[in-house]
Nanobody, 124 residues
Framework: QVQVTESGGGLVQAGGSLRLTCTAS????????VAWFRQAPGKEREGVSC????????YYADSVTGRSTISRDNAKTTIYLQMNNLKPEDTAMYYC?????????????????WGQGNQVTVSP
């Protein structure tokens, strides 16, 4: 069964840090780019960051550039998102997306596999 599972979210004060983890199973993990998306209440799901297959190429939304780092461990079929200096506007459900089929990394329709999501709440 192909699936990805997120963990590491929670409640943190503004200025704090969190590391999100996404572990995959049932897919050729190192064959695909993997991304993090987030969705706040009443807003569309947006791309946060993406890692190429080897991890050498990385992409970030402007809103998190300089505050976040994406990394992956293909041997563990795991991808991470380290988020620092968190802001209340980072509050959202964070999703891991895998099996990128090509196109723009920010496009939700470009991914075949999605996790259930993990809540991140940043208090002022």
């Amino acid at each position: 069964q192909v699936q990805v599972t997120e963990s590491g979210g929670g409640l943190v004060q503004a200025g704090g840090s969190l590391r999100l983890t996404c572990t995959a199973s049932g897919l050729d993990f190192d064959h695909y780019a993997v991304a993090w998306f987030r969705q706040a209440p009443g807003k569309e799901r947006e791309g946060v960051s993406c890692s190429g297959r080897s991890g050498r190429s990385t992409y970030y939304a402007d809103s998190v550039t300089g505050r976040s780092t994406i990394s992956r461990d293909n041997a563990k079929t795991t991808i991470y998102l380290q988020m620092n200096n968190l802001k209340p506007e980072d509050t959202a459900m964070y999703y891991c997306a895998a099996e990128f089929r090509g196109g723009t990394w920010r496009d939700t329709s470009a991914y075949d596999v999605w996790g259930q999501g993990n809540q991140v709440t940043v208090s002022p």
